[in-house]
């Protein structure tokens, strides 16, 4: 969960744009709109949900392992993040 009012507010944000997108697939899907648009509107809603993702799974783990003790926790936290966004998109 999203801590700092920064970080809540952009996860709520990142919400809106989200549901503002499912609701354009609701009207297109209604509209019998081509395969292509729904497709390409459904990459766009599952990327949006991926990113989301990311961010509330980098405030989790920069709050689980920030106080670990390791050497360069910040460091390790970037190479996970790195590698989880990669993977998220």
């Known amino acids: 969960m999203p801590h700092s009012p920064e970080e809540k507010q952009r996860a709520i944000m990142r919400l809106r744009r989200i549901r503002g997108q499912a609701e354009a697939l609701e ?3 209604e509209a019998e709109a081509d395969c292509g648009v729904l497709l390409q509107q459904i ?4 990327g949006a949900a991926n990113g989301l993702m990311a961010e509330v799974l980098e405030s989790h783990l920069r709050e689980t392992f920030g106080t670990a003790g390791t050497v ?6 970037d190479m996970v993040v790195k590698i989880l966004r990669t993977y998220l998109k």
Request: glycine share 0%; charged share 40%.
């Open 72 to 77: 360069e926790p910040e460091a390790d936290i």
């Open 43 to 46: 990459a766009a809603l599952r």
């Open 27 to 29: 009207r297109a899907v």
